[in-house]
């Protein structure tokens, strides 16, 4: 009789319900056992890990190949609503998970438990959520995870395809893409346990990793084609909903602005380091391209459970998803990478620099003549 008092104790710990009913906690794959002499014994407990969010272009410290086994790692964003200046004339009132656009990269392995904290400060002035393209049921996550002004709450779960995958807020109706493409979105890489595998199956390593969000933003423009500044998000909805309509951007940037990652604000590397380069686009297609090398390997559509792709020029990042692509630079320079519809890349910001230091290779490329004046014979 005690032990079965015991089991019910533990069931409503492990699967206490909200008013609505629905399972605020899931069972994980530890080994709770209740004893005779009534004492709870924990005997495999799952190791808690907490990872500390980085703004991209960085991602969080990892592990490639998983040391032990699955993990609860847990992760902490916070919806943040503020002015933020993108560049060519814009200031919007911008919708971020910890006040960056993208928002930071969460990376795990597969089998790990992700446990997100969502938290929605008094200041801000709109409900947000989280929908994950990783996580399995409930919209993603979307449809547990709406918090109001002032709440937080806390979602946890299974990453079971191995991949990068988009997150974003979709909180409902219109709010779903003002949202998205006010600035709330982002990425999470669900590596193999094993790590990453190239096309004949062999394990590759990166010596760095780099998270490229690409952001396109539909600024509304005053009569003399100025961009208009609002005080809230709220207050910006109704003529940003219409400039979305035309589905024309004002704005299609990396990392947040126009410049983020380009100038003084290059990305670094150096001749033979192998660079993992994730892309996300949350809500429309692009086409990446690295301007004076290639994709060694892309994994185009995102599933690290497929073979990637070999020695491509440019590929495609399909809107709503991320993609990864892995290079090993073999020449010293500065390196674009864009978006390769040139427009977006070159009069809306869609680009990168990557400053690569190393020695050059003459057998690769040598300029045998200089620009000289035409010689006629
Ligand atoms: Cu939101």
Redesign the pocket.
Known sequence: MKFINIVIAISFLLYGCNSSGQKQIQPLAVSEKATQSGSVIDSTPLERVKQHLVAPPLLPIHDQVARGGSKIVQVRLV?REKTMDIGNGAKIQA?TYNGSIPGPAIVVHEGDYVELTLVNPPVNT?Q??IDLHAATGALGGGELTKVSPGQQMVLRFKATKPGVFVYH?A?GGP?IPY?VVSG?NGVIMVLPREGLKDAQGHSVHYDRAYYIGEQDFYVPKDENGVYRRYDTLPDALEDTLQVMQGLVPSHVVFNGAVGALTKANHLTANVGETVLFIHSQANRDTRPHLIGGHGDLVWETGSFSDQPATNLETWLIRGGSAGAMLYQFKQPGTYVYLNHNLIEAVMLGAAAHIKVDGKWDNDLMTQVVKPELIKYD
């Open positions: 919806a919708a709109m947000h959520n807020c909180t709010m949202h709330m």
